[in-house]
Nanobody, 123 residues
Framework: VQLQASGGGLVQAGGSLRLSCAAS????????MGWFRQAPGKEREFVAAIDRSGLSTHYADSVKGRFTISRDNAKNTVYLQMNSLKPEDTAIYYCAAELWGGSSPVSNEYHSWGQGTQVTVSS
């Protein structure tokens, strides 16, 4: 599966953004999807994940209550709604796909990755 992330940008602290990740192919519902991020000089970290049905989600503690992951299998798209953004959320955000997976926070379990979209939160 090929993934294309979009929706990043520059926003002030407290603002919102919605990221989208469009997947190619007809088997999108066979993939669990995740969002990860990497800030300059830091390791890539887990943000959120959703299982194939969309019924099970998993969030990093740092974003819980502020971010919401969802998916539309009819549109082959996964979303990340980000509210109450903080400067520490600044990073490149990547979507990833795991065939027949669950909502895993482990990046090594994802085998397909999008190109990333930059999110910058100003204070």
């Amino acid at each position: 599966v090929q993934l294309q992330a979009s929706g990043g940008g520059l926003v002030q602290a407290g603002g919102s953004l919605r990221l989208s990740c469009a997947a190619s192919g007809r088997t999108f519902s066979s993939y669990a999807m995740g969002w990860f991020r990497q800030a300059p000089g830091k390791e890539r970290e887990f943000v959120a994940a959703i299982d194939r049905s969309g019924l099970s989600t998993h969030y990093a503690d740092s974003v819980k209550g502020r971010f919401t992951i969802s998916r539309d299998n009819a549109k082959n798209t996964v979303y990340l709604q980000m509210n109450s953004l903080k400067p520490e959320d600044t990073a490149i955000y990547y979507c990833a796909a795991e065939l027949w997976g669950g909502s895993s926070p482990v990046s090594n379990e994802y085998h397909s990755w999008g190109q990333g979209t930059q999110v910058t939160v100003s204070s």
